[in-house]
């Protein structure tokens, strides 16, 4: 089944690829973009745009910088987690420095959580 999506946020997804985090461009060149399972980088679902999305896995993962971390931003990120779950999609959170300081165990986290669907 393939997720609608809104067609306006095809730009700003596109810009995102162009502008990612340092962290999203270790993630997606040091490990998914040679994951032997496909996943996308900034990928357009419903209202929202996900780092990145494993669509055989049903998994959206999101890397989190510090605005994550504010009341607002807090309330923002529980509601759209609610929202994609209601897509069924499993999403998994790594922040920051996760990846720089945990880099082999994020890529650990998203096989466990690829292999466990």
């Keep these: 089944m393939s997720l609608k999506y809104d067609k306006d946020l095809i730009p700003r997804a596109r810009a995102l690829r162009r502008n990612m985090t340092r962290q999203e461009r270790r993630l997606w060149y040091e490990y998914l973009s040679s994951y032997p399972i496909r ?7 419903g209202a929202y745009i996900v780092d990145f999305y494993c669509h055989s896995a049903k998994i959206a993962i999101e890397i989190d910088g510090e605005r994550h ?3 607002e931003g ?3 990120d529980k509601r759209r987690t609610a929202k994609l779950n209601s897509y069924g999609l499993r999403v998994i ?3 920051n420095t996760e990846v720089d300081m945990n880099f082999k ?9 690829v292999q466990s669907e």
């Design 74 to 76: 807090i309330v923002y």
């Design 69 to 71: 971390y504010t009341e």
């Design 93 to 95: 959170r790594f922040s």
């Design 39 to 45: 996943f996308q980088r900034q990928k357009t679902i």
């Design 105 to 113: 165990g994020v890529c650990q986290a998203i096989h466990d959580a």
